[in-house]
T-cell receptor, first 117, second 110 residues
Framework: GAVVSQHPSWVICKSGTSVKIECRSL??????MFWYRQFPKQSLMLMAT?????????EQGVEKDKFLINHASLTLSTLTVTSAHPEDSSFYIC?????????????FGQGTRLTVV | QKEVEQDPGPLSVPEGAIVSLNCTYS??????FMWYRQYSRKGPELLMY????GNKEDGRFTAQVDKSSKYISLFIRDSQPSDSATYLC??????????FGKGTRLSVIA
């Protein structure tokens, strides 16, 4: 299967600072990647769709100025949590679909656990 | 009605049991049907996927899709303690965001 790598796997930051999370497709090119947020014992909540070379599409209720998404290449999308606050603490996960035989099937990164103190 | 309904459990079974996990969906346009396994503090891992209707078997795992009833199933045979995890069903079409069920927490007791 296709491999998606996410970095870092966990991060602790001070309130008011910004944190960048990277999502890379290692063995395929992904024109579209998705960013999710997951609270404990809950399912994944889609935050935004990241499109290579264009602006991301955010889900209703997600602040685009707070969660900056950049998809500058076919293998890398980044999510930056700006001016982080304790309520932003969560598990953030990216996914990408590999074209070809696995079109429509999502492969996930390992996730990033963000703790804002 | 939510697009994908999944019983969150928790479901507890003895080692060696056959486990049946199920989801229903509402959008008949969905073509891809996936099952993910997620361990605590990890990203979801793709277990199996099927395109359109039918069955798919991989070792101890069997995925079934019945598009006429909009029903998705995952069967785990000879369940092991290492199968203890949260299982998420997901559906989608093409390169659009997947729609997930809430996940079922499974515990296999040795």
């Amino acid at each position: 299967g296709a491999v998606v790598s996410q970095h870092p796997s966990w991060v602790i930051c001070k309130s008011g600072t910004s944190v960048k999370i990277e999502c890379r497709s290692l063995d395929f090119q992904a024109t579209t990647m998705f960013w999710y947020r997951q609270f404990p014992k809950q399912s994944l909540m889609l935050m935004a769709t990241s499109n290579e070379g264009s602006k991301a599409t955010y889900e209703q209720g997600v602040e685009k100025d707070k969660f900056l998404i950049n998809h500058a290449s076919l293998t890398l999308s980044t999510l930056t949590v700006t001016s982080a606050h304790p309520e932003d603490s969560s598990f953030y996960i990216c996914s990408a679909s590999s074209p070809g035989t696995h079109t429509g099937v999502g492969f996930f990164g390992q996730g990033t656990r963000l703790t804002v103190v | 009605q939510k697009e994908v309904e999944q019983d969150p459990g928790p479901l507890s079974v003895p080692e060696g049991a056959i486990v049946s996990l199920n989801c229903t969906y509402s959008n008949s346009a969905f073509q891809y049907f996936m099952w993910y396994r997620q361990y605590s503090r990890k990203g979801p891992e793709l277990l199996m996927y099927t395109y359109s209707s039918g069955n798919k078997e991989d070792g101890r795992f069997t995925a079934q899709v019945d598009k006429s009833s909009k029903y998705i199933s995952l069967f785990i045979r000879d369940s092991q303690p290492s199968d203890s995890a949260t299982y998420l069903c997901a559906t989608g079409s093409g390169n659009t965001p997947l729609v997930f069920g809430k996940g079922t927490r499974l515990s296999v007791i040795a």
